[in-house]
């Protein structure tokens, strides 16, 4: 008897999303079907399965049951339509602005979101005519005014990546509905546990799988999950034209990592909250930013719009770079690295890493200053966390 995921509570569903497609032997774990091609029944067989008059799958670019399985798990998460898997993160990213945006249209971004979402649009898409205002969403003006007659996206990343500010998605929804354009939430630093955009009124819905839901930093791929069947078909046709498909392995790995998903998430927000508190008190550091803290200016769009605050800080350490860079070349636990979400702690320099890309008069206008430090808080022990810092914050 197959399972029905309604109603059932988070960790069910992160237990038992995504059906099984193996039919024959029963296996409990998702088989990989590592072919690159499937062999049809005869020569009207493959006919009809081009014509779309019978399912079954042709070739793994355009579809594979692996891949499909993780497909239904996301968007079983996401509330969503379905769910397509990418290569990485930046070919979902590229996937919907390839999609929604055609010579002389216009998109509206956040101005402090992962460098390269940014970066793609404004040196890549800009080459072929598209028209960008990469803004403050978190204030609502700011977005009101930024929409045009040829406005077709609103893009947005909440919290920021690597600022930590938040966008609230029910109003700017409102504001992208109004303008006949869609919205399109990037929710990587939240997972599906911690957000869900699609119930808030986003139509998009997209995420690195490479950081929460695969958890252990050795995959990279992406996800994206639509509302309507509409919009899945256009994305999909797209990624599977232009190739940015996820391959099977990377599929089994990432269903591996996702069942354990809630739990990671849970076990670093504790630790963060703990770290954003105790870095918060220590004298030797200027500021702190992270959703959990009564000082986040949007403490409460963060307790209304996600369940949880997450596992992602932002600090400045008194003295700027130079101390921020004696806490990263010191601590032993945080290993020093781009990339989040895995069950180990990272640290590092946007500044010079994540976000160098980004002109610095850029940068400066959206918050990322020279000294902001990003530490993304693993499922350790949080004393030892603590005590590790704390010998790092000694040195400064
Ligand atoms: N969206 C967000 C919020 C991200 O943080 C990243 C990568 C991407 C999209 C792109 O995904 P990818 O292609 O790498 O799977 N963020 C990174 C970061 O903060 N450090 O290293 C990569």
Same mark, same amino acid.
């Given at each position: 008897?197959?399972?029905?995921?309604?109603?059932?509570?988070?960790?069910?569903?992160?237990?038992?999303?995504?059906?099984?497609?193996?039919?024959?032997?029963?296996?409990?774990?998702?088989?990989?079907?590592?072919?690159?091609?499937?062999?049809?029944?005869?020569?009207?067989?493959?006919?009809?399965?081009?014509?779309?008059?019978?399912?079954?799958?042709?070739?793994?670019?355009?579809?594979?049951?692996?891949?499909?399985?993780?497909?239904?798990?996301?968007?079983?998460?996401?509330?969503?339509?379905?769910?397509?898997?990418?290569?990485?993160?930046?070919?979902?990213?590229?996937?919907?602005?390839?999609?929604?945006?055609?010579?002389?249209?216009?998109?509206?971004?956040?101005?402090?979101?992962?460098?390269?979402?940014?970066?793609?649009?404004?040196?890549?898409?800009?080459?072929?005519?598209?028209?960008?205002?990469?803004?403050?969403?978190?204030?609502?003006?700011?977005?009101?005014?930024?929409?045009?007659?040829?406005?077709?996206?609103?893009?947005?990343?909440?919290?920021?990546?690597?600022?930590?500010?938040?966008?609230?998605?029910?109003?700017?929804?409102?504001?992208?509905?109004?303008?006949?354009?869609?919205?399109?939430?990037?929710?990587?630093?939240?997972?599906?546990?911690?957000?869900?955009?699609?119930?808030?009124?986003?139509?998009?819905?997209?995420?690195?799988?490479?950081?929460?839901?695969?958890?252990?930093?050795?995959?990279?791929?992406?996800?994206?999950?639509?509302?309507?069947?509409?919009?899945?078909?256009?994305?999909?046709?797209?990624?599977? !034209?232009?190739?940015?498909?996820?391959?099977?392995?990377?599929?089994?790995?990432?269903?591996?990592?996702?069942?354990?998903?809630?739990?990671?998430?849970?076990?670093?927000?504790?630790?963060?909250?703990?770290?954003?508190?105790?870095?918060?008190?220590?004298?030797?550091?200027?500021?702190?930013?992270?959703?959990?803290?009564?000082?986040?200016?949007?403490?409460?769009?963060?307790?209304?719009?996600?369940?949880?605050?997450?596992?992602?800080?932002?600090?400045?350490?008194?003295?700027?770079?130079?101390?921020?860079?004696?806490?990263?070349?010191?601590?032993?636990?945080?290993?020093?690295?781009?990339?989040?979400?895995?069950?180990?702690?990272?640290?590092?320099?946007?500044?010079?890493?994540?976000?160098?890309?980004?002109?610095?008069?850029?940068?400066?206008?959206?918050?990322?200053?020279?000294?902001?430090?990003?530490?993304?808080?693993?499922?350790?022990?949080?004393?030892?966390?603590?005590?590790?810092?704390?010998? !790092?914050?000694?040195?400064?």
């Amino acid at each position: 008897m197959s399972l029905d995921l309604k109603n059932k509570g988070i960790n069910t569903r992160v237990t038992h999303a995504g059906k099984n497609p193996d039919s024959v032997h029963g296996s409990v774990s998702v088989p990989i079907y590592q072919t690159s091609t499937f062999k049809f029944r005869d020569a009207d067989h493959g006919a009809r399965l081009f014509e779309g008059e019978e399912e079954g799958y042709i070739y793994t670019r355009v579809g594979n049951p692996t891949v499909n399985t993780l497909e239904e798990a996301v968007a079983e998460l996401e509330n969503g339509y379905a769910g397509i898997a990418t290569a990485t993160g930046m070919a979902a990213v590229t996937a919907i602005y390839m999609t929604y945006l055609e010579s002389g249209a216009h998109m509206i971004g956040t101005d402090s979101i992962y460098g390269s979402s940014r970066m793609v649009i404004e040196n890549e898409f800009s080459r072929f005519g598209v028209e960008s205002s990469f803004i403050d969403t978190a204030d609502l003006n700011n977005v009101r005014a930024a929409v045009r007659d040829n406005t077709r996206l609103i893009y947005i990343e909440t919290p920021s990546n690597p600022t930590i500010k938040l966008t609230d998605i029910q109003a700017i929804a409102q504001i992208a509905h109004d303008n006949d354009a869609l919205l399109v939430v990037d929710n990587t630093f939240m997972s599906p546990i911690l957000q869900n955009p699609l119930a808030l009124g986003a139509d998009i819905v997209l995420h690195s799988i490479t950081k929460y839901i695969n958890g252990h930093t050795d995959v990279v791929g992406g996800v994206i999950i639509t509302k309507t069947e509409t919009d899945f078909t256009r994305i999909r046709l797209v990624v599977n !034209a232009t190739g940015g498909t996820m391959d099977p392995h990377q599929s089994w790995l990432v269903l591996r990592g996702l069942r354990t998903l809630t739990l990671r998430v849970k076990r670093a927000e504790e630790n963060a909250q703990k770290l954003a508190e105790f870095l918060e008190e220590h004298p030797k550091v200027e500021w702190v930013r992270y959703p959990g803290l009564p000082s986040h200016p949007q403490h409460e769009l963060a307790q209304r719009q996600m369940r949880g605050f997450g596992s992602m800080i932002s600090f400045e350490i008194k003295g700027g770079l130079k101390a921020g860079k004696v806490v990263m070349n010191n601590v032993r636990i945080p290993q020093l690295a781009v990339s989040l979400g895995g069950y180990e702690s990272l640290i590092q320099h946007p500044v010079s890493m994540t976000h160098h890309n980004i002109p610095p008069s850029e940068r400066l206008k959206s918050n990322i200053t020279d000294g902001l430090v990003r530490l993304a808080v693993g499922t350790e022990d949080v004393e030892d966390l603590q005590a590790d810092l704390e010998q !790092a914050l000694a040195l400064v």
